[in-house]
C-alpha cells in the first residue's frame, strides 16, 4: 500500500474533532515528529490537493498508518467493539485470567447476538470452548461443551443461509 | 469473585514493559489537574491483598463511593485498551484491518478501504482462521461493490462459501478432540475404550478436505485426537508417529505457532510423555527443555504452561526413583505454583502438585509429610483426574502401615473401600491390599509372618494386574510392586525402582 496515493484524500475531509483526536494521540505516543509531519500536511493540502515531492515515503506511510489506528480508536461501533474485546480475551487468557476472560465474553457475546455479528460469535465459542477445557472434566462440562458446538453449527448454517440469499440478489 | 479483585489480579498480572506503555497512554486521557486512575493504579500495585478500604481513605472517596467504584471499572477497562493496544498478535492486526476497512467504507474511501481490507484477507488466509477469513472477504466483497472497483476486486461467494464449509469440517476434529481430551482427563487409560462413542469416531476418523490452504487446523486437531486415543490405548509407537506427524506440521507451518501456541505447547508436551512412556527418561528431560526455551523464545507468559512442565519434570525423578533430587525441586515447584493465578481454585494443578509432593516425602521415607499431602486431595475432594483420587486413596491406607497406625488403618480401610467402590476404580487391587492389610491390622504386624504375607500380596496384586491390565496402568501413578519388593527384600523404595527404570539420572 503506498500512502502517498492515499494521504491526501484521506487526511483532507477530517472533521476537526477527528483531526484534535489525531493530533492528542500523537502527542501522547510522544510522536513529535509525526504530529509535526501531519501538522505541516494539513497546511500544504489547504493550498493544493497533491503533497510536496519532499516527504519521504516511510514518513508518509507512517503517518498513514497511525491515522488509521487512530480513526480505528475514534470510531467506535459495535463490531469493532466486539473486535475489541476479543483482543482483550486474548490476552487475560495469556495472563491466566480465565475467570475474567471467560466475563469478557459473556459481555461480547450479547453484543454480538443483539447486532448480528456471526463470525464475531463464532470466534468467541471457540475462546469459550478453549477456557471450558481448563474446568473440571465434570458431566457437566461435557454437556457444556456440547451446548457450545451446537451453536457454532448453528451459526454456520445461518453464514450459509445469508450467503445464499445474498447469492440470489446478485443474480 | 468480586470486579475489585478483577482490577487487582489485573494489575497484579501486568510486566514492566505493560506498565510503561500504560503510563505512556495514560496522557492521552489527563483530565482536570490530576489522572486519578494511575494513582489507583499505583497504590494497588503497593497492596499484597486487596484493600478497598485503605484506597478509598487514600484517594479521598470516604463520601463518594459511586464515583470509586465508576474509577475501577474506568482504570480496569483503560489498561485494557492499553494492553490490546500494545499486543501485536496477528488476529489482532487482523480485526484492526478490517475495522480501518469499515470506517474507510463509510467515509466512502473505497481504493484504500478495499487495499486494507484485501491485507486483512490474505493475513486471514495466511493464518487459515476461518472466522476472520469470512468476515473480511465478505467485507472485500461489498467494498468492491459498492466502490463500483469491478468483479475481480473480490473472491467471490462461491470462494466465501468454500471457507464456511472448511470452517464446519474443522469443528468436527475440533469437537472430537474436545470430547476425547475431556475422556482423557477424567481417566488416564479408559477401560474399553474402543466402545466409546468419541473415542471410536477418532479411532476410525479419516482426515477430510484435502486442500492444504483450508486444512492446517483440520491436519492439527486430528492428530491431536488420534494421539490422545492411541495414548489412551497405550499404543505408544502410534501415538509418537502422531507427533511426528505434528512436528513435520509445525515446521511446514512455523508461522502458526504464533497463533495456535497451546497446540504447538500440547504437541511437544505429549512427545515428552510419550518418551517418558517409553521409558527413554534422558529423551523425555531433553524435550521438556526443549519446550521450556520454547516458551521463552516465544514469550509465552502462561504459568500454567510453565507449571506442568514442572510436573513432568518431577514425574520422571520420580519414576527414575530420584526422590532426593525431586525433593530438592520441590521449592522451585511450589514457587512455579504460586506463579498461577489463584493456586487454590485450579483443581487440576492442586491435585497434581499435592499427589507429586505425597510421592516424593514417600520415596524418602517422610511418611508423615506424604500423608499431609495426601489428605489435601482426599479431604478437599480434589477429583480432577479419578485415576489420581483412587491412587491417592490407596496410598493413605500404605501411609498408615509405614506410619504403623493399626488403629487408625482399620477406619481408613471402611472409609476408602466405599470411596473406590464409589468411583468403580482399582476394584480388584483394592480387595487384594485391603485384605493383606486387615490381616495385618488384626495379628498386630507380626514380624515373623510378614515376609510371607508380602511375598503373597504381590503374587496377588501382579496376577490381578494379568487379569485387569487396566487397573496396571493405573497403578503407573504409584509403583505398589516395587514397594511390595522392598518391603520382601528391606531395601529403600527408592533403591528398588532406581534399579528397575535403569536409569542413571546425568
Request: hydrophobic share 35%; charged share 30%; proline share 2%.
Amino acid at each position: 500500500m503506498k500512502a502517498r496515493n492515499y494521504i491526501a484524500e484521506l487526511i483532507k475531509p477530517l472533521n476537526p474533532s477527528e483531526k484534535g483526536y489525531l493530533k492528542k494521540l500523537f502527542n501522547a505516543k510522544q510522536n513529535h515528529s509525526m504530529l509535526k509531519l501531519f501538522q505541516s500536511l494539513e497546511e500544504e493540502l489547504k493550498l493544493s490537493s497533491t503533497l510536496h515531492v519532499r516527504h519521504t515515503d516511510e514518513d508518509l506511510n507512517n503517518l498513514l498508518q497511525l491515522i488509521l489506528e487512530g480513526l480505528e480508536s475514534y470510531h467506535a461501533g459495535p463490531a469493532s467493539e466486539a473486535r475489541s474485546l476479543l483482543n482483550q480475551i486474548e490476552i487475560l487468557t495469556e495472563k491466566n485470567l480465565y475467570h475474567q476472560a471467560e466475563k469478557l465474553i459473556q459481555k461480547a457475546k450479547a453484543l454480538c447476538i443483539k447486532n448480528e455479528l456471526n463470525e464475531q460469535l463464532s470466534e468467541l465459542i471457540e475462546w469459550e470452548v478453549s477456557l471450558q477445557g481448563n474446568k473440571a472434566p465434570t458431566e457437566e462440562n461435557e454437556k457444556k461443551f456440547e451446548s457450545l458446538f451446537e451453536e457454532t453449527f448453528e451459526i454456520i448454517t445461518k453464514q450459509k443461509k445469508e450467503l445464499k440469499s445474498k447469492g440470489d440478489l446478485h443474480e | 469473585m468480586k470486579p475489585s479483585e478483577n482490577l487487582f489480579d489485573l494489575i497484579k498480572s501486568i510486566t514492566p514493559q505493560e506498565r510503561q506503555a500504560i503510563f505512556t497512554l495514560s496522557k492521552l486521557h489527563v483530565k482536570g489537574e490530576e489522572n486519578k486512575y494511575l494513582l489507583l493504579f499505583q497504590e494497588i500495585e503497593k497492596q499484597k491483598e486487596f484493600d478497598e478500604k485503605v484506597l478509598i481513605k487514600i484517594l479521598g472517596y470516604e463520601n463518594d463511593l459511586n464515583k470509586f467504584a465508576f474509577l475501577k471499572n474506568y482504570t480496569y477497562h483503560f489498561i485494557l485498551k492499553c494492553l490490546e493496544e500494545r499486543s501485536n498478535a496477528p488476529y489482532k492486526r487482523i480485526r484492526s484491518k478490517i475495522s480501518q476497512a469499515t470506517i474507510l467504507r463509510n467515509k466512502k474511501f473505497y481504493r484504500l478501504a478495499h487495499e486494507l481490507i484485501k491485507e486483512a484477507v490474505r493475513t486471514a488466509e495466511k493464518y487459515q482462521a476461518f472466522d476472520l477469513w469470512i468476515e473480511a472477504s465478505r467485507i472485500c466483497c461489498d467494498i468492491a461493490m459498492e466502490g463500483d472497483l469491478g468483479s475481480q476486486s473480490c473472491e467471490g461467494l462461491f470462494t466465501i462459501l468454500q471457507i464456511i464449509e472448511g470452517k464446519e469440517s474443522y469443528f468436527v476434529y475440533r469437537r472430537l478432540f474436545t470430547m476425547v481430551r475431556l475422556k482423557h482427563h477424567q481417566t488416564t487409560f479408559i477401560k474399553n475404550i474402543h466402545l466409546m462413542k468419541e473415542f471410536k469416531a477418532v479411532y476410525d476418523e479419516e482426515l477430510m478436505l484435502a486442500n492444504p490452504a483450508m486444512n492446517f487446523n483440520h491436519k492439527l486437531y486430528f492428530y491431536l485426537s488420534k494421539g490422545i486415543v492411541y495414548y489412551a490405548k497405550k499404543e505408544f509407537d502410534m501415538a509418537y508417529i502422531m507427533v511426528k506427524e505434528l512436528d513435520k506440521h509445525w515446521k511446514k507451518y512455523p508461522w502458526m505457532v504464533e497463533t495456535k501456541f497451546g497446540a504447538f505447547y500440547n504437541t511437544y508436551y505429549n512427545k515428552a510423555l510419550i518418551e517418558l512412556n517409553f521409558k527413554q527418561f534422558s529423551q523425555a528431560i531433553h524435550s521438556i527443555e526443549d519446550l521450556q526455551k520454547n516458551l521463552s523464545d516465544y514469550k509465552r507468559e502462561n504459568p500454567f504452561q510453565r507449571f506442568m512442565l514442572f510436573n513432568l519434570m518431577i514425574d520422571i525423578y520420580r519414576k527414575c526413583g530420584y526422590f532426593e533430587e525431586a525433593l530438592n525441586k520441590t521449592e522451585e515447584y511450589r514457587i512455579a505454583r504460586e506463579t498461577l493465578h489463584k493456586p487454590e481454585e485450579n483443581i487440576n494443578s492442586k491435585q497434581l502438585y499435592h499427589f507429586y509432593l505425597a510421592n516424593i516425602y514417600f520415596g524418602v521415607g517422610d511418611f508423615k509429610s506424604a500423608n499431609k499431602h495426601i489428605n489435601e486431595i482426599i479431604n478437599n475432594a480434589m477429583d480432577y483426574n479419578k485415576d489420581i483420587s483412587c491412587v491417592a486413596h490407596l496410598m493413605s491406607l500404605i501411609i498408615h502401615y509405614e506410619l504403623g497406625k493399626t488403629d487408625l488403618l482399620i477406619y481408613r480401610i471402611k472409609s476408602v473401600y466405599r470411596t473406590l467402590k464409589k468411583k468403580e476404580c482399582l476394584l480388584h487391587i483394592i480387595d487384594v491390599v485391603l485384605d493383606f492389610l486387615k490381616d495385618i491390622a488384626k495379628t498386630k504386624f507380626d514380624p515373623g509372618h510378614m515376609r510371607d504375607k508380602l511375598i503373597k500380596l504381590k503374587e496377588d496384586i501382579e496376577q490381578e494386574f494379568t487379569r485387569e491390565p487396566m487397573e496396571k496402568e493405573v497403578m503407573e501413578y504409584f509403583d505398589i510392586l516395587s514397594w511390595i519388593t522392598s518391603k520382601i527384600e528391606k531395601k529403600p523404595f527408592s533403591q528398588v525402582i532406581k534399579a528397575k527404570s535403569g536409569y542413571a539420572l546425568g
